[in-house]
Nanobody, 124 residues
Framework: QVQLVESGGGSVQAGGSLGLSCAAS????????IGWFRQAPGKERERVAI????????YWADSVKGRFAMSLNNAKDAIGLHMNSLKPEDTATYYC?????????????????WGQGTQVTVSS
């Protein structure tokens, strides 16, 4: 099993930047897919980015492509989400998630391990 704890959320004005961190512990070596998701009030949890840890290949949601970046250290215990050019529609609770198996088609329901989430609020 793996435990995930997010940090770094906060409030920022549109156009600003914010960095989120996810600390992983437990059986991190076998995490094959790590994802960042977000959920706004009244909306479904959506994929932001999913990284395949073996190769570093990353899927990006169209809504954040080119604005967000993801980092992962070799120990797979520190996952970052670096958000630039933030927009009000990026306002949500952000979660990191991990899975020991899966595919690029994975959605939130396919990830068994989750952090508690961290709030990001972008004001116009």
């Amino acid at each position: 099993q793996v435990q995930l704890v997010e940090s770094g959320g906060g409030s920022v004005q549109a156009g600003g930047s914010l960095g989120l961190s996810c600390a992983a512990s437990g059986n991190t070596n076998n995490m094959k897919y790590i994802g960042w998701f977000r959920q706004a009030p009244g909306k479904e949890r959506e994929r932001v980015a999913i990284i395949y840890t073996s190769s570093g290949s990353t899927y990006w949601a169209d809504s954040v492509k080119g604005r967000f970046a993801m980092s992962l250290n070799n120990a797979k215990d520190a996952i970052g989400l670096h958000m630039n050019s933030l927009k009000p529609e990026d306002t949500a609770t952000y979660y990191c998630a991990a899975a020991y198996e899966g595919s690029w088609r994975m959605t939130a329901s396919d990830f068994p391990y989750w952090g508690q989430g961290t709030q990001v609020t972008v004001s116009s």
